[in-house]
């Protein structure tokens, strides 16, 4: 079967650093990605690792092991309009479809 | 290219009507997804299109509901007889083959009355 867990919320302060965990269980992997979704719009595309290790784009970096199961999101330099819900989701062995987890919303204080 | 689009970008509809969907992905996508998202919830896979081949379906989509991609550029998802369970947001997406990343529509936020 397919598992995604990551936190239902969080909260940040502006400025700050958050990191967000995933843990997945399924059958079969081709990657991970992070969307990032603010209230009433489409996902839109933050990172993919497929290999084991950090990377990092801007404000933002992605990790990965896949022998834990395990991927965390980390933006850096918090801004308010960073807060939305941050979806973690794995391509599976067919590499035809994402599995998303429920994913977590940030929200950013001043 | 201005990206996916879907349309209507919202539809309510009286329980038992059928509704139908546009998705236009980024027009050098061979690859095209249907998700489907409840409020607080992920996106759930619906079925998948490489060209105009449906190559899978999820168990979620129950025979109430059809997709097609005749050419291989727009694709449509049709309901069938609507329920209220069916209220949700219908997202297209679409990739190529090189890499993985799909790239998502702003979404048809259906609501059954």
């Known amino acids: 079967g397919q598992n995604i867990d990551q936190p239902t919320e969080m909260t940040a302060t502006e400025g700050a650093i ?55 999101l980390l933006l850096k330099e918090l801004q308010m309009k960073d807060s939305a819900s941050y979806l973690c989701a794995v391509m599976g062995a067919g590499a035809n479809n994402l599995f998303f987890g429920t994913g977590t919303r940030l929200t950013v204080i001043p | ?29 061979n690859r095209l997804y249907w998700y489907r998202q409840t409020l607080g919830q992920g996106p759930e896979f619906l079925t998948y299109f490489q060209n105009e081949a449906q190559l899978e379906k999820s168990r979620l989509l129950s025979d109430r509901f059809s997709a097609e991609r005749p050419k291989g550029s727009f694709s ?19 990739s190529d083959d090189i890499d993985y990343e799909q790239y998502f529509g702003p979404g048809t936020r259906l609501t059954v009355t």
Request: contains cysteine.
């Open chain 1, 18 to 72: 958050v990191q967000i965990n995933c843990t997945y269980q399924t059958s079969g992997f081709n990657g991970l990605f992070w969307y990032q979704q603010h209230a009433g719009e489409a996902p839109t595309f933050l990172s993919y690792n497929v290999l084991d290790g950090l990377e990092e784009k801007g404000r933002f970096s992605s990790f990965l092991s896949r022998s834990k199961g395990y991927s965390y």
């Open chain 2, 1 to 29: 290219d201005t990206g996916v689009s879907q349309d209507p970008r919202h539809k309510i509809t009286k329980r038992g009507q059928n509704v139908t969907f546009r998705c236009d992905p980024i027009s050098e996508h």
């Open chain 2, 76 to 94: 449509t998802l049709e309901i069938q007889r609507t329920e209220q369970g069916d209220s949700a947001m219908y997202l297209c997406a679409s």
